[in-house]
C-alpha cells in the first residue's frame, strides 16, 4: 500500500481565528483593554492562522510502519505494537497504539517525541494515542487504516 498522509484539521484553525477576531473586534471597541486580554487576542490569531497555513504531514501510515508528528520524525516499524485500542480523553476521540515495549519505544523517540511523551504522561492522556481530532480524518477511517497492519484490542 502506498504510504497515507494524514494533515492537521483546519477545524482548529478556524474556530482560534474566529475567536481571536471576535476578541479582536472586542478591543477595537473599546471593550476589554487589559495588556493580560491583548496578549490572549493576539496568541489566538497567531496560532489561527498557523494552524490553518500549516500543511505539514501529521501522521503517515505505511507498509513500512507509522509516522506521527508529535513521536519525531522518524518511522516506528508495526513490531513494535501489539495492535490498537479507541480511547478517549476528555470526550475526545484518541486511537492508542499498544507497544510490546514501551520504555524502549520512548527511548527511541526524538528529544521532541520524548517531551510531547512526558506531557502526556502529565496530562493523564493515553500514552501512545493519536488525537484524532486534530487531524483531517475521522476516527473510524483511521482506524480502519490501523486495521491493515494491527488487530483492534478491546477498550481497556
Do not use: C
Amino acid at each position: 500500500m502506498a504510504e497515507v498522509q494524514i494533515r492537521a484539521s483546519r477545524g482548529l484553525g478556524v474556530l482560534a481565528l474566529a475567536v481571536g477576531l471576535l476578541g479582536a473586534v472586542l478591543v477595537a471597541i473599546g471593550f476589554l483593554r487589559t495588556p493580560v486580554f491583548l496578549l490572549a487576542v493576539a496568541a489566538l490569531l497567531f496560532s489561527g492562522l498557523g494552524l490553518l497555513l500549516d500543511r505539514r504531514v501529521k501522521l503517515a501510515i505505511s507498509d513500512e510502519g507509522i509516522r506521527y508528528a508529535r513521536w519525531g520524525p522518524a518511522i516506528v516499524p508495526w513490531h513494535e505494537f501489539s495492535g490498537f485500542r479507541r480511547t478517549s480523553w476528555r470526550q475526545q476521540p484518541h486511537l492508542e497504539l499498544v507497544p510490546r515495549r514501551p520504555t524502549e519505544l520512548v527511548e527511541s523517540f526524538s528529544a521532541y517525541g520524548k517531551l510531547n511523551h512526558l506531557s502526556y504522561r502529565l496530562a493523564r492522556m493515553p500514552p501512545f494515542s493519536i488525537a484524532v481530532t486534530q487531524l483531517a480524518i475521522h476516527d473510524g477511517e483511521l482506524a480502519a487504516l490501523l486495521a491493515r497492519y494491527l488487530p483492534e484490542e478491546p477498550a481497556a
